[in-house]
């Protein structure tokens, strides 16, 4: 019998340990990925061909790259994360030379045992079609021998490319795939997305909204140098001549018609559909936001003014891996004091963060997914009276953006009611003259996006039901600035993910407190990291 219990306990060590060394199943679907092609393709004109490259593997120094990370609308449509690989969605079915009919096509990583006993498994071909649920799967050095001619297509639309990769070895590389790409597409050495973009604005330009697109061609001018010996740019903005007018846009379009190759349709469609979230995507999505308003908690409980900003990133780092978030959706802030007045200060690196109020700007990547919260809270567990004062106009501010993030308004909405909130805090407690001036401290928009990306692609129109967007208003008060000393060094952001929805918005991140009172309660409850020391390395 002991011997027994013996093996069974010897079993049981080696089993429990390989059991547990399971990797997480709660992914997107291959059916979700399979269904937003679909939606791509619908939303392609005839005879046209969608091409989507993955992401660059990035060099961080000498034989080190950065941890990969895939391009999202590549993982949106594929659930690919290796790098080198690229995706074509056809709006018709194709036939290949053996008759075979397909409507999408893609291209993977070989397999490589020797590459694979160094950076880990690939996929393949095989796990590409058992995996992913694709029916065609090719290695990447087929590509330069596909059979698809790119010449014959209306429209073969694609993201211009920002030519920040490398050749690396071998022929089925990033570099190779787009070189290949670039000669089957005959891509012409000048070829520049931004004009192509500004033409076809120019090209469709009515009486009603030319006065609009002279304004944008304008502003693409003055900020594009690469732009401004364009004559035909140039001149349509200048013009008021009608003959002149139609003389560009004669010339604007046979520009156009030059080639198939198009970079602006592909954006359009990948904004309006990730702009809204399915079920899959919003289970995820809220895991990110959840860890990360844990993970905020955690922070506030084990905070006190002896500890660095590094080790506050440290605590919420922690936390979100315990979940088993992978990343951070952002490089991470933590601003102590005047550090908060730089609104994307990630050095992270003072030692001692004292009694200062600090800004943690802090989202997980969850499965894709990222999160994007802040929190602002005094170091020591008590906001000052100045502080105090100047976080309830922010709380004040962020309550009406959120209440004003509803179906149908238009994306400035949160934006407008927060601004006007803050503008009229400032005014009151003297530190601004005139509303105009609000803009000195509160800089930067209040909502963006969010998914896959941090700043997540949509259209911007009037809010639809199942998108998410964050509200986070800030003031920041340099030290130095142009009011009164007693608020130098104040900087108080306050950022929530919001989910819109039919029946009004949800606040995604709330069980992080976002009042003064809260905060200074969940500050006052115990950590984990209380009776947390490691020796001294002195
Ligand atoms: N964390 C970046 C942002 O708030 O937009
Ligand atoms: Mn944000
Ligand atoms: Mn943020």
């Excluded at 619908?42 to 091409?51: D, G, Y």
């Excluded at 950076?119 to 079609?129: D, H, I, Q, Y």
């Excluded at 846009?249 to 156009?256: A, D, N």
Aim: proline share 4%; with cysteine.
């Amino acid at each position: 019998m002991l011997r027994k219990i013996l093996i069974f306990t010897v079993l049981m060590l080696i089993t429990v340990p390989l059991s547990g060394q399971g990797t997480p199943t709660d992914f997107l679907s291959a059916d979700f990925h399979k269904d937003r092609r679909q939606a791509v393709r619908q939303m392609l004109p005839s005879n046209s061909v969608a091409v989507y490259f993955a992401n660059a593997e990035r060099n961080r120094a000498n034989d080190v790259d950065y941890i990969y990370h895939q391009d999202p609308d590549f993982y949106y449509l594929t659930g690919y994360k290796e790098p080198n690989a690229v995706l074509l969605v056809f709006s018709e079915d194709q036939v290949d030379p053996s008759g075979k009919k397909y409507n999408e096509m893609l291209y993977v990583q070989e397999r490589d045992p020797k590459a694979e006993q160094w950076n880990g498994k690939r996929l393949g071909t095989e796990g590409a079609m058992k995996e992913l649920g694709f029916e065609m799967a090719f290695n990447g050095n087929e590509f330069a021998d596909i059979p698809v001619d790119f010449t014959s297509f209306d429209k073969v639309t694609f993201f211009d490319f920002k030519n920040d990769y490398r050749n690396k070895r071998g022929d089925a590389d990033l570099f190779d795939l787009i070189r290949n790409f670039k000669e089957k597409t005959n891509y012409p050495s000048d070829y520049n997305a931004t004009k192509q973009q500004l033409y076809s604005m120019i090209n469709s330009a009515d009486d009603e909204n030319r006065a609009n697109v002279v304004t944008t061609v304008g502003r693409y001018l003055d900020y594009y140098d690469e732009l401004k010996d364009d004559e035909l740019l140039q001149n349509f903005v200048k013009t008021k001549d009608d003959g002149l007018l139609s003389d560009i846009k004669e010339k604007v379009s046979l520009k156009l018609e030059a080639n198939n190759l198009d970079s602006n349709l592909i954006s359009e469609i990948m904004s309006t559909l990730r702009e809204t979230k399915s079920e899959e995507e919003m289970l995820l999505l809220k895991k990110a936001v959840e860890i990360s308003a844990v993970g905020q908690n955690e922070v506030m409980k084990a905070m006190h003014p002896n500890m660095s900003e590094t080790e506050i990133q440290g605590v919420h780092e922690y936390v979100y891996k315990k979940y088993g978030a992978e990343y951070e959706g952002y490089p991470s802030i933590v601003g102590g004091g005047n550090n908060g007045c730089i609104l994307h200060y990630i050095e992270n690196n003072k030692t001692k963060v004292g009694n200062d109020l600090v800004l943690m700007d802090l989202g997980a990547e969850y499965h894709g997914y990222t999160a994007d919260v802040t929190r602002t809270i005094p170091a020591n567990g008590k906001f000052t009276p100045e502080q105090k004062q100047i976080y309830d106009i922010v709380y004040n501010a962020q309550e009406a953006g959120i209440k004003a993030s509803v179906v149908g308004a238009p994306f400035r909405a949160p934006g407008e009611a927060s601004s006007k909130v803050v503008a009229e805090g400032l005014m009151a407690l003297g530190i601004i003259k005139n509303t105009a001036e609000a803009r000195t401290y509160f800089p930067h928009g209040t909502s963006h996006y969010l998914g896959l990306d941090v700043h997540d692609k949509g259209t911007y129109g009037p809010f639809k039901a199942n998108t998410v967007i964050t509200v986070e208003p800030g003031i920041y008060i340099p030290e130095g600035s142009d009011c009164d000393k007693k608020w130098w060094g104040i900087a108080v952001r306050i950022e929530d993910d919001i989910l819109i929805t039919d029946n009004g918005p949800v606040n995604l991140s709330d069980m992080a407190p976002r009042t003064t009172e809260a905060i200074e309660a969940m500050m006052k409850q115990p950590s984990p990291l209380d009776d947390f020391s490691l020796p001294s390395l002195d």
